[in-house]
């Protein structure tokens, strides 16, 4: 049975837990696919597609026939993404509030979005005030669902496995939070279906029920 009777680090997930980001990058996969000729993208698109950082991401939208332009499309992608982080993007329900209630405990985001775009989303949307860390893809050798980026948070926060729960929408951050020893809640309202998210420790539907869950009820 899973405690967090010494919780001390609540690590969260960023696009799909945090906030929906998937209109800009939907804008910026469009933009940067306009030269090239084709169809343009729906968010629902993207949604199936976005989880594995932005290099990924544009792989997987051009497919194997068109690595020649991934470069090209790449760059076009980040520059224009980094300028229009938050046309649209915004905190998901509840998420300020959550993050006031649960100011005792060590706060980080990991986000195989790159860093330095990852800090730059929480600075504008005001939000980066609640978190000790952010990592992002390039900030350790292995990302999500590699463990190397939880286990990076632990050791930087001096946390023991035991004492840290991780929150995201994907399997990603599941195997991710299991491979470094960490509790795992998976939130149902993201990116990612229920069935994918069947092997985390707890699944909550919105965030407001993170407090419930590690014992904050009486902030409810």
């Known amino acids: 049975m899973v ?8 690590i969260f997930d960023l696009d799909g837990t945090l906030v929906d980001s998937s209109r800009d990058i939907t804008n910026a996969l469009n933009h940067a696919i306009e030269p090239y000729g084709f169809e343009p993208l729906a968010i629902e698109d993207t949604i199936k597609m976005v989880g594995e950082g932005l290099t990924r991401l544009v792989e997987k939208m051009l497919g194997e026939n068109n690595a020649a332009i991934k470069d090209d499309v790449l760059d076009r992608f980040i520059k224009y993404y980094s300028e229009h982080l938050t046309d649209f993007t915004e905190p998901y329900p509840g998420i300020r509030e959550t993050l006031e209630k649960i100011g005792r405990y060590k706060k ?8 330095y775009l990852s800090k730059k989303l929480l600075e504008e949307l005001g939000l980066m005030r609640f978190f000790d860390i952010v990592l992002g ?5 292995e990302k999500k669902p590699s463990s190397a980026p939880v286990k990076k948070v632990l050791e930087i926060l001096k946390i023991e496995p035991n004492e840290a ?16 020893g960490v509790s795992t ?3 149902t309202y993201g990116y990612r279906s229920k ?5 985390a420790d707890f699944l909550i539907d919105n965030i407001n ?4 869950l590690i014992g904050e009820k009486k902030h409810v």
């Not at 405690?3 to 609540?10: E, G, N, T």
């Not at 029920?209 to 419930?212: D, I, M, R, S, V």
């Open 3 to 10: 405690s967090f009777k010494h919780l001390k680090l609540i």
């Open 108 to 115: 980080a985001v990991i986000s195989n979005k790159r860093e």
């Open 137 to 141: 893809s390039d900030s350790v050798s």
């Open 165 to 180: 729960v991780i929150v995201g929408d994907s399997d990603f951050d599941i195997q991710a939070g299991k491979g470094a």
């Open 185 to 187: 809640v998976a939130v």
């Open 195 to 199: 069935e994918l998210l069947k092997n």
């Open 209 to 212: 029920q993170l407090l419930t």
